[in-house]
């Protein structure tokens, strides 16, 4: 839906709200249109159920305003002395509309100066709990957000089990545009393994159903920076049509709403307006090779030779990564039966220094030459004949820059015009027509950016999917709070990594860990809360 769908859908429900409480209304002692009027309304109802005037804020912030719209309906009937368990479930459901009921038809009586306390103390359980709920959705929706590194597409510079703080408010925070969903998941609800947001049953495409409609406008409140180069950000993946992240069978005619696509982290190595391309896996930006921070690591395929083995067999793969732990070598490790070698992700400098190892014949760097074409790669077309190790050179769209449109580069563009961009796109012979008019340019409407994983040989990544918009980015990784080896091989093979843990994502030099230091505040605060606690219990002489 537009702002302007939005507005008058808005206007409905005031009128809505407006014709089912007037009269309580005039029974609480105001004035029957103050229960019309837009936002004035919350505020006056405020004051009616004795409750902040904080209150309509949450009613309006998206998937808080789940909860408290609710909160809301059941505060109005208990001050007009339907507080019963009963009264509060049938007004919510019955969606709000037991409210007509006490309007039109109940004898009720507005009751003033009523404790707002629970009579009883699972009342004082559920209120406290639905408030938590409530303060830890804004915190995660609009300020800071829990994400765990699931796969080693930036293995060395942030591993596998890493859990990270993103902040939202570095970029600003993106409003949710998914109005109907569970709080604090995103695609999927744990366990119960379905869906955390009101969605079809069946593949559609966007703006088809009256569901893909009630979807927000993108809105991003102010930041405090913008996404620099080589920044580590966290992103929804603009190509994830999976009904089923479990399951990757992706379809094209699925719809997925931009903020429940799969969260993705990666490297920003290609921002708006550059000309960046990818050589022997090292990136450059406008003929120059892109300088990363110290703390980053570039990991590539190599070929690995084993020799003169304990136990007389290049297949004995615990001694092989046994050997290859000891140069910090342990991702991507399998065995190639056509060479009989072993392929790994490897730094240069891990790889250099193994080669010295009495077991190992060769090192040798692996990956597809120039000019040999990966179906795989960005823009999955045949006159490109790029691949993950040479791709490019290709130029990364920036809002208000026009690029001149031909059949030849229509591929590389086609997508962000058509999908990420609202338009139809489709080509007629050798003519190009947006929106059914012929076309031979476009102006980008947002800014575009080109996310890498510094695993470069295994990082499914920008060079699979192409840009990544504006409006799909949600956060910036800050700090490590938790780091786990072996998180994804079950409880009793985890360890954790102390050297990780309370560190930060950014910066130079080794990490270090502020574990112990924060801890130390932990407590210096709870001491002095309780000795200040006692000193005022003390009587006075």
Known sequence: MTWTEWFIFLLIIQIIHGL????????????AWEAFVPVYNAVVLMKIITRPWWWVILMFLPIVNLIMIPAVWVETARVFGKDTKLDALICIITLGFYLYYLNYMADVKYVENRK???KTSAGEWI??????????????TYFFQPFVIPSSSLEKSLLVGDFLIVSKIHYGARTPMTTVGAPMVHDTIPVLKTKSYLYNDHFEKRNTSLINKLQLPYFRLPGFEKVERNDI??????????LDMNNFNPDRNYYKPIDKKTNLVKRCVGLPGDNLEVRNGYVFINGVQNELPDRARLQFSHDIVFKNLP???????????????????????????????????????A????????????????????????????????????????FGPIWIPKAGETIELTTENLPLYKRAIGEYEGNTVVTRGNQIFINDEPANSYTFKQDYYWMMGDNRHNSIDARAWGFVPYDHIFGKPVFIWMSIDGINDGIKNWSFRWDRIFTTVSGTGERRSYFIPFWVVVIGIYAFTKWRKKKKAKPSS
């Open 20 to 31: 089912g409480t007037w009269k309580l209304y005039v029974k609480a002692g105001r004035q």
């Open 116 to 118: 707002l306390k629970p």
């Open 127 to 140: 209120t406290s709990i639905l408030f938590a709920i409530v303060a830890a959705t804004i915190v995660h």
């Open 233 to 242: 950000v966290v992103f929804n993946q603009p190509a994830d049509t999976l």
């Open 311 to 349: 136990l007389g067999s290049n297949r004995d793969f615990a001694r092989v990564q046994a050997i290859l732990k000891k140069y910090d070598i342990t991702d991507g490790i399998g065995f190639n039966e056509n060479t009989q070698s072993y392929t790994v992700q490897a730094t240069p400098q």
């Open 351 to 390: 790889a250099k220094k193994a080669e010295i190892h009495p077991n190992i014949q060769s090192i040798t760097f692996s990956s597809d030459d120039k000019g040999i074409r990966d179906d795989r790669v960005f823009p999955h077309d045949a006159n490109y004949n790029w691949n993950y190790n040479y």
